[in-house]
């Protein structure tokens, strides 16, 4: 049914487009976009307006989801896949939106078979074949992470199965160097992490490697000059994962 997709985009793309005013209004204060050039720019609206077509929104708790907020979240969703393009997103059509952090409750069993329950509070979660849920007041006013690239990196790594910092890799990408370059650089961070030391990325990042993909795929694309600097052979690898270069 590829044929059906494609002419349904083709139509929206002739019948639509977000206003330029909007669109001001949702990347202000997104640097990481300002910097791509025009032409780049340019895609990434198109490809907003499938996602926009394709995806849908709801607020929680009382919170109305503007055009603003949709176009916002929409923006930073697609940065990672606009040279790889929408379908690396199906799977999926729920975008969920809290007014703040929100409470999910946690049960795990440990190897002796006790029983563990705990609320996590989060600011984003990504959820296997679900929704996307987000924080919009993490979203628009925590300039240290993107919970939007964060979440959506995650739903690209779940595509090879679980979320293992291991998403599905591209013809001619070597599985061996991906590990290996992601190995070091995990296992040096928790090291950083573990001994007190002030870290450049997130400490959140050493929870899992899972997180560690997530926090250095908002970093790729917030600074790429600093990541290509303190992680070049993960740098080197997530360029030719998204096909982008930031830096």
Same mark, same amino acid.
């Given at each position: 049914m590829g044929w059906l997709t494609e002419w349904r985009r083709k139509r929206v793309l002739r /019948?639509?487009?977000?206003?330029? @005013?909007l669109w001001r209004g949702a990347v202000d204060g997104l640097a990481f976009i300002h910097r791509l050039p025009p032409a780049k720019v340019d895609s990434l609206r198109r490809l907003c307006l499938l996602f926009l077509a394709e995806k849908q929104f709801?607020? =929680? *708790?009382?919170?109305? &989801? $503007? !055009? &603003?907020?949709r176009v916002s979240i929409a923006a930073q969703a697609c940065l990672p896949v606009l040279e790889l393009g929408l379908d690396w997103y199906a799977g999926f059509t729920g975008v969920v939106v809290y007014p703040g952090d929100f409470r999910v409750r946690r049960i795990e069993t440990d190897e002796h078979g006790v029983v563990h329950e705990w609320d996590?509070?989060? @600011?984003?979660?990504?959820?296997?074949g679900g929704p996307v849920v987000l924080s919009w007041d993490a979203t628009a006013n925590d300039p240290q992470i993107n919970v939007v690239i *964060?979440?959506?990196? *995650?739903?690209? !790594?779940?595509? $090879?199965?679980?979320a293992d910092g291991l998403p599905p890799l591209h013809v001619g990408m070597s599985r061996e160097a991906w590990i290996a370059a992601f190995k070091e650089a995990y296992e040096g961070f928790c090291d950083a992490v573990e001994r007190g030391?002030? =870290?450049?990325?997130?400490?959140?990042? @050493?929870?899992?490697? $899972?997180e560690f993909f997530a926090v250095i795929s908002e970093a790729f694309f917030k600074d790429a000059a600093e990541t290509r600097r303190r992680y070049p052979e993960v740098f080197a690898q997530? /360029?030719?994962?998204?096909?982008?270069?930031? $830096?």
């Open positions: /019948r639509h487009q977000i206003d330029d @005013a709801a607020g =929680t *708790h009382g919170l109305e &989801v $503007s !055009d &603003v907020m996590d509070e989060l @600011a984003g979660e990504a959820m296997p *964060h979440e959506f990196a *995650h739903k690209l !790594d779940m595509l $090879s199965g679980g030391k002030e =870290t450049w990325l997130d400490p959140y990042a @050493a929870e899992h490697p $899972s997530l /360029r030719l994962f998204y096909k982008q270069d930031p $830096s």
